[in-house]
């Protein structure tokens, strides 16, 4: 009996100790703290980082705006989204301990504009900001450049001839006339040069310059100035700064800039002429700044009229040569340029035949290793036999002066009537010899319309033009000053082409820059996709954002937007498409244009 009960009160004892032993112990807290930046600009990387006592498993972010790059157990590296104004945003970051236990902590942080310490900054108006965001685009850093132009002309102006002339007051005007893109600090990312043209350019003024401005993308895709990157603290300037070339000229792995110059030509009231030439620009790097090397260049006592550009090695020694109003420059080892233009083809120093070069390209047609020369000369419509675009092939056994001249497909407006206005080489048809694209457009009517003319290559530097097949419809170069023609909008034929890979599938597109100043113009920046064969289609998928005038802070009003303006494709933040670089002018006699970004946001 006192067995049983003894059997009894160990049993109990034993279940009671087993039963002690398995009760739930309260989890040990977690918790963590968030380290971050109250406040950046946006569409910059800021990182987000969580300390904690206890060991953290993951970290989430969890937010509408602001975008995960990547991420570790301890810090998320995020990027801020773009803003029209200083915008304050809340996020979460989501820990998890290795225990799988969770906390959440908020946080926010002011997203602001970036505020460029220039003259006439401005900011983006907040009345009409529909067509700033888009499904692809959104607008961004707006206004890193801002030009006032305030100087006056009372001149009489005769343009384009002297039947043309006009008596009425006005303002010049800067524009973004032509623009390229390199990489001028070696950083590794794409940065802008632009020359500012000053209209009206064949009238003499004072103050206004004609300047070469480059800027600096500072690695996040926000472009700035700063005139600190000139070696003389100034950007180069003369009466009409044109077209652009970007070439490594002293081979250091840096790219440089040689910027054609126009000078002055001035028809008068009389019928007589007013003008001088000027000398070219060349920007070179040296040691982390560009310097004006302009003074390197030996014209041999004669500078002339320079609508063209190109560069290109003709002699085979690795050095790119420099082709401007029909002088050929010939590098001495990058160290200067000697002119050297008596060795050109000596029909080609015929000044009363082939009056001026519209557009010239030095580049290895014939794929013998040495830079061919293409001249696309100006128009002359009343003159029975003009001047045809021509290309004189290069021969390693032959001096220059003896290289086989071949004649060119005519222009698309006709032979005298066409102007050759822009030209790029580009192996558009992916069979490894490069190809010729021009923009083109009339003489009569005045710059009227635009065409794209695409001459394709055989390999041995014959081309024939293919522009119908390969880019058919181009409605954009119609003579809309003539009554019975019907179109969508009015193009003018000035303006610089680029090509490029818009959407990284290994193509290169068609992008087409004009200007676009009232809403019945087209816009200012034209793709036309390549499917793959070199054969292209306009591009009417894609929804650029932009600005116009009356979208400006202390510029806003009521009325009709016009479309985007002069645009340049540029890989500014190395995501996703291409982005861009337009200009706008703000509505008012301040007279002041706008340079800002457009980001591609999707893939």
Request: aromatic share 12%; hydrophobic share 35%.
């Given at each position: 009996?006192?067995?049983?009960?003894?059997?009894?009160?160990?049993?109990?004892?034993?279940?009671?100790?087993?039963?002690?032993?398995?009760?739930?112990?309260?989890?040990?807290?977690?918790?963590?703290?968030?380290?971050?930046?109250?406040?950046?600009?946006?569409?910059?990387?800021?990182?987000?980082?969580?300390?904690?006592?206890?060991?953290?498993?993951?970290?989430?972010?969890?937010?509408?705006?602001?975008?995960?790059?990547?991420?570790?157990?301890?810090?998320?590296?995020?990027?801020?989204?773009?803003?029209?104004?200083?915008?304050?945003?809340?996020?979460?970051?989501?820990?998890?301990?290795?225990?799988?236990?969770?906390?959440?902590?908020?946080?926010?942080?002011?997203?602001?504009?970036?505020?460029?310490?220039?003259?006439?900054?401005?900011?983006?108006?907040?009345?009409?900001?529909?067509?700033?965001?888009?499904?692809?685009?959104?607008?961004?850093?707006?206004?890193?450049?801002?030009?006032?132009?305030?100087?006056?002309?009372?001149?009489?102006?005769?343009?384009?001839?002297?039947?043309?002339?006009?008596?009425?007051?006005?303002?010049?005007?800067?524009?973004?006339?032509?623009?390229?893109?390199?990489?001028?600090?070696?950083?590794?990312?794409?940065?802008?040069?632009?020359?500012?043209?000053?209209?009206?350019?064949?009238?003499?003024?004072?103050?206004?310059?004609?300047?070469?401005?480059?800027?600096?993308?500072?690695?996040?895709?926000?472009?700035?100035?700063?005139?600190?990157?000139?070696?003389?603290?100034?950007?180069?300037?003369?009466?009409?700064?044109?077209?652009?070339?970007?070439?490594?000229?002293?081979?250091?792995?840096?790219?440089?800039?040689?910027?054609?110059?126009?000078?002055?030509?001035?028809?008068?009231?009389?019928?007589?002429?007013?003008?001088?030439?000027?000398?070219?620009?060349?920007?070179?790097?040296?040691?982390?700044?560009?310097?004006?090397?302009?003074?390197?260049?030996?014209?041999?006592?004669?500078?002339?009229?320079?609508?063209?550009?190109?560069?290109?090695?003709?002699?085979?020694?690795?050095?790119?040569?420099?082709?401007?109003?029909?002088?050929?420059?010939?590098?001495?080892?990058?160290?200067?340029?000697?002119?050297?233009?008596?060795?050109?083809?000596?029909?080609?120093?015929?000044?009363?035949?082939?009056?001026?070069?519209?557009?010239?390209?030095?580049?290895?047609?014939?794929?013998?290793?040495?830079?061919?020369?293409?001249?696309?000369?100006?128009?002359?419509?009343?003159?029975?036999?003009?001047?045809k675009p021509e290309i004189a092939l290069s021969n390693s056994l032959l001096e220059i002066k003896d290289w086989e001249i071949r004649v060119l497909p005519e222009g698309?407006?006709?032979?005298?009537?066409?102007?050759?206005?822009?030209?790029?080489?580009?192996?558009?048809?992916?069979?490894?010899?490069?190809?010729?694209?021009?923009?083109?457009?009339?003489?009569?009517?005045?710059?009227?319309?635009?065409?794209?003319?695409?001459?394709?290559?055989?390999?041995?530097?014959?081309?024939?033009?293919?522009?119908?097949?390969?880019?058919?419809?181009?409605?954009?170069?119609?003579?809309?000053?003539?009554?019975?023609?019907?179109?969508?909008?009015?193009?003018?034929?000035?303006?610089?082409?680029?090509?490029?890979?818009?959407?990284?599938?290994?193509?290169?597109?068609?992008?087409?820059?004009?200007?676009?100043?009232?809403?019945?113009?087209?816009?200012?920046?034209?793709?036309?996709?390549?499917?793959?064969?070199?054969?292209?289609?306009?591009?009417?998928?894609?929804?650029?954002?932009?600005?116009?005038?009356?979208?400006?802070?202390?510029?806003?009003?009521?009325?009709?937007?016009?479309?985007?303006?002069?645009?340049?494709?540029?890989?500014?933040?190395?995501?996703?498409?291409?982005?861009?670089?337009?200009?706008?002018?703000?509505?008012?006699?301040?007279?002041?244009?706008?340079l800002y970004e457009v980001i591609s946001t999707a893939d």
């Open positions: 009996m006192k067995i049983n009960k003894i059997k009894q009160i160990l049993l109990i004892i034993f279940l009671v100790s087993c039963g002690s032993g398995s009760s739930d112990k309260s989890p040990e807290p977690f918790n963590f703290v968030i380290e971050a930046v109250n406040e950046a600009y946006d569409y910059s990387l800021i990182e987000i980082k969580a300390n904690s006592p206890s060991s953290i498993l993951s970290l989430q972010l969890i937010s509408d705006d602001l975008t995960l790059i990547s991420s570790n157990n301890s810090t998320l590296s995020v990027l801020l989204p773009i803003v029209f104004s200083d915008t304050l945003f809340e996020y979460q970051v989501k820990g998890i301990n290795s225990s799988g236990i969770s906390t959440t902590v908020s946080k926010t942080i002011l997203v602001k504009v970036y505020p460029h310490g220039i003259e006439n900054y401005s900011l983006l108006g907040q009345t009409d900001t529909e067509n700033f965001l888009t499904n692809d685009y959104a607008v961004f850093n707006f206004s890193f450049e801002a030009i006032n132009t305030d100087e006056p002309f009372t001149e009489t102006l005769c343009y384009p001839t002297v039947n043309d002339c006009s008596e009425e007051d006005g303002i010049f005007t800067s524009d973004m006339h032509n623009s390229n893109y390199g990489d001028f600090n070696g950083d590794g990312y794409e940065d802008l040069v632009v020359t500012w043209a000053v209209f009206p350019h064949t009238l003499e003024r004072e103050l206004t310059k004609s300047q070469v401005e480059i800027y600096l993308n500072d690695g996040t895709g926000r472009l700035k100035k700063d005139h600190q990157f000139f070696f003389d603290r100034e950007p180069p300037s003369r009466h009409m700064t044109y077209r652009i070339v970007v070439e490594d000229f002293n081979l250091d792995g840096i790219d440089d800039i040689f910027v054609g110059s126009m000078g002055l030509s001035k028809r008068n009231p009389d019928g007589s002429y007013t003008s001088f030439s000027e000398p070219n620009v060349l920007l070179l790097s040296d040691n982390g700044l560009m310097k004006d090397a302009s003074n390197i260049i030996d014209y041999k006592g004669e500078t002339s009229f320079s609508h063209d550009a190109s560069a290109g090695d003709v002699n085979g020694d690795g050095y790119p040569d420099i082709l401007a109003g029909r002088a050929l420059f010939l590098s001495n080892l990058g160290q200067s340029f000697t002119n050297i233009s008596e060795q050109l083809p000596a029909d080609w120093r015929d000044w009363s035949k082939y009056q001026y070069t519209m557009s010239s390209l030095m580049e290895d047609f014939n794929g013998d290793g040495l830079a061919d020369i293409v001249m696309l000369w100006n128009d002359d419509e009343f003159n029975p036999n003009p001047p698309f407006f006709g032979s005298g009537l066409t102007k050759f206005n822009y030209a790029k080489a580009a192996d558009i048809d992916s069979d490894e010899d490069l190809d010729i694209v021009i923009g083109t457009t009339r003489a009569n009517p005045y710059y009227v319309g635009r065409y794209i003319q695409i001459l394709i290559n055989d390999g041995e530097g014959n081309f024939s033009d293919e522009s119908l097949t390969r880019l058919p419809n181009q409605d954009r170069s119609v003579n809309f000053e003539d009554p019975d023609e019907t179109y969508e909008c009015k193009a003018y034929g000035e303006g610089p082409l680029f090509i490029r890979d818009f959407e990284g599938d290994g193509d290169l597109d068609i992008f087409d820059q004009t200007a676009s100043n009232s809403p019945t113009q087209c816009p200012g920046i034209t793709i036309f996709l390549n499917d793959g064969e070199g054969k292209f289609q306009k591009d009417v998928i894609t929804q650029i954002a932009w600005v116009s005038g009356i979208q400006i802070a202390g510029f806003e009003y009521e009325g009709e937007i016009n479309p985007i303006n002069r645009s340049i494709p540029l890989n500014l933040d190395q995501r996703n498409k291409l982005d861009f670089a337009a200009e706008v002018y703000a509505p008012s006699y301040d007279n002041i244009v706008f």
